[in-house]
């Protein structure tokens, strides 16, 4: 417990310098649950010397799930940049900072403000000759103090957010219409979870829901557009295996039907 294994070499976690921070980020829109974290090694032999690394994030959405709802749960956050919103996710520091991939990240037990965390990934690119320069991996297992923590019941992301509007709707054209265009505005810029995508198709699926569009079909046709979507590269918010999932079910609806005949 409490040590950073870089390969063949070991380090001692300071859990006086190391911690986890969640917190609701209110300038976020919509607001959304972020992590602060900081794991500091201590100085120990490595390579040619005696180095000391930290593994950090900083205000990183909290997309899985908050801690409390994560205890006893694995992580897995494959890229270390988000290229939907341009944002950096874990780094490691040592000479420089260096984006880590294919993490694991296992929570354990809470108690006392503390976290049990073992978490394991790839550096890619530490900059140390022959193994130690590229995709090296690392391991961890130690206790992170929480200087904060988002309850259960206030824990929200994009995807909760999504699934908070969709419970908005009615048989009011205005409502279905401004829902509509809101959760556009998150699927534009956030990637969601499978729950939040599969309510959009079901919402999109529901007759009752539908017939508030008879008459004014635009806001239909501007979604469907924008949900559909897919330029082929990383970037793309909605990734195209739901994309098409979508199509599949709506193509059997026969207003959806003309709409998407309409904007293929």
């Known amino acids: 417990m409490n040590i950073l294994k870089i390969k063949d070499y070991k380090f001692p ?3 006086g310098k190391s911690f986890i921070k ?12 972020v992590w602060d974290i900081w794991v500091q090694s201590d100085e120990a032999p490595f390579i040619e010397g005696n180095h000391s690394g930290n593994i950090r994030c900083e205000q990183m959405m909290a997309t899985q799930g908050n801690l409390q709802s994560l ?3 694995t992580i897995s956050v494959k890229d270390s940049y988000d290229y939907v919103t341009d944002e950096h996710l874990f780094t490691f520091y040592m000479f420089r900072h260096n984006g880590i991939k294919d993490n694991e990240i296992t929570f354990g037990k809470i108690e006392n403000n503390k976290v049990d965390v ?14 130690y320069n590229t995709n090296v ?7 992170l103090e929480i200087k904060q923590m988002v309850d259960n ?18 048989n009011d054209f205005d409502n279905n219409q401004e829902l509509l265009e809101a959760i556009i505005d998150i699927t534009d810029e956030y990637r969601l979870d499978d729950a939040a995508y599969t309510a959009i198709i079901n919402l999109l699926s529901s007759e009752s829901f539908l017939e508030t569009f008879e008459e004014e079909t635009d806001s239909l046709e501007d979604f469907i557009s924008n949900f559909t979507h897919f330029s082929n590269d990383r970037t793309t918010p909605v990734p195209q295996n739901i994309s ?12 959806l039907a003309e709409i998407i005949g309409d904007v293929e």
Do not use: M
């Open 13 to 15: 976690i300071n859990i």
């Open 244 to 255: 098409r999932k979508a199509l599949k079910k709506w193509r059997k609806i026969d207003l």
């Open 118 to 131: 073992h978490w394991k990934g790839i550096i890619e690119e530490l900059g140390f000759e022959g193994e």
């Open 137 to 143: 991996p690392f391991e961890l297992s130690c206790v």
């Open 153 to 170: 019941k206030d824990y929200k992301s994009p995807s909760t957010e999504v699934l908070r509007l969709i419970a908005t709707a009615d």
């Open 71 to 73: 205890v006893g749960k």
């Open 22 to 33: 969640e917190y609701n980020q209110e300038d976020l829109e919509p607001v959304c649950t």
